[in-house]
């Protein structure tokens, strides 16, 4: 688990590892260089439950912040998580069967539940289970097929590709995907076991531009890795990537999910922030609107 400032969320996300009905694991927490409390709560867990251990170091970002757990690790299975997320209990036990009846398979994530800020419903994601859908779709650069705070992997087999590369942040899933996906076979498990957690402050909506282009540039290598760089188009890459909506759309998207989950409360406070980042903006007042009237 890489840490950096989650002091807001860090504790649900440690909470639901210690529930686990699977008990033979260890927590590897990475305080990535925080400015706020969040190493102050990583060494209270590790005060009291000998399992949690904590490295702290300046922050480099999250590609060194998991190479250097999983350089600590000592289990057969290495298990991500964000600091900012939960997962269900059984989540362990159910990836850790899968693995344990599937000697090919190097990597298996599951199907995620999306929420607000808040942890207020906000759709999901049903990625494909078997290897040749996900490798396709890894090959058009979507890394949507695997969730990579989802995913379970052999220990040996993300050492034998190299962990995470430098260089690659904020592509950095797609990247090991790829190379996971040619050491061994991928999959997901049809079970929504993992819960991710939106918000603005997430890497992705900050360095959205970055990750784009980064993208290429990890395929291009992918292409040229597997004998069929003739084959790779750069123009073709990710037509469906939108322009990176705005503070305000995400706000509004997530009071639409709130009025029609019937929260009101939640749905106006959505709104209200979408009209602080876009007062002047019709398509936000409607929904400030439908807020009110919900």
Not at 79 to 100: G, H, I, P, S
Not at 151 to 158: F, S, T, V, W
Not at 181 to 189: I, K, M, P, Q, T
Not at 194 to 203: A, C, D, G, M, W
């Amino acid at each position: 688990m890489p840490v950096y400032n989650a002091q807001a969320y860090l504790v649900e996300a440690i909470d639901c590892i210690l529930a686990q009905t699977f008990d033979d694991w260890e927590l590897i927490c990475v305080d990535d260089g925080c400015t706020d409390t969040s190493l102050a709560i990583l060494h209270d867990y590790a005060n009291r439950q000998k399992r949690v251990r904590v490295i702290s170091r300046p922050n480099t970002g999250i590609v060194g912040a998991l190479n250097d757990a999983m350089e600590a690790a000592h289990g057969e299975y290495i298990a991500r998580m964000d600091a900012d997320d939960w997962c269900a209990e059984v989540r362990f036990a159910k990836q850790v069967t899968y693995l344990d009846e599937h000697a090919r398979c190097v990597a298996v994530g599951t199907w995620v539940q999306r929420t607000d800020p808040f942890g207020s419903p906000a759709g999901s994601q049903e990625p494909p289970t078997d290897h040749e859908t996900i490798d396709a779709g890894l090959l058009k650069g979507d890394a949507s097929v695997l969730v990579h705070a989802s995913l379970m992997m052999r220990a040996d087999a993300l050492r034998e590709v190299g962990g995470w590369r430098e260089g690659t942040d904020w592509v950095e899933d797609l990247d090991l995907f790829l190379r996971l996906a040619e050491y061994g076979r991928v999959s997901n498990l049809p079970m929504y076991l993992y819960t991710y957690r939106r918000h603005v402050q997430s890497v992705c909506f900050r360095n959205y531009a970055l990750m784009c282009e980064r993208l290429k540039d990890v395929l291009s290598e992918a292409y040229t890795r597997r004998g069929i760089a003739e084959k790779f188009d750069a123009g073709s890459v990710r037509p469906d990537l939108a322009p990176k909506q705005s503070a305000a759309e995400h706000y509004r998207n997530w009071a639409c999910y709130a009025i029609h989950a019937g929260n009101k409360t939640l749905a106006i406070k959505h709104a209200t922030t979408a009209l602080k980042h876009a007062p002047l903006s019709p398509q936000t007042w409607k929904v400030a609107y439908w807020a009110l009237a919900a």
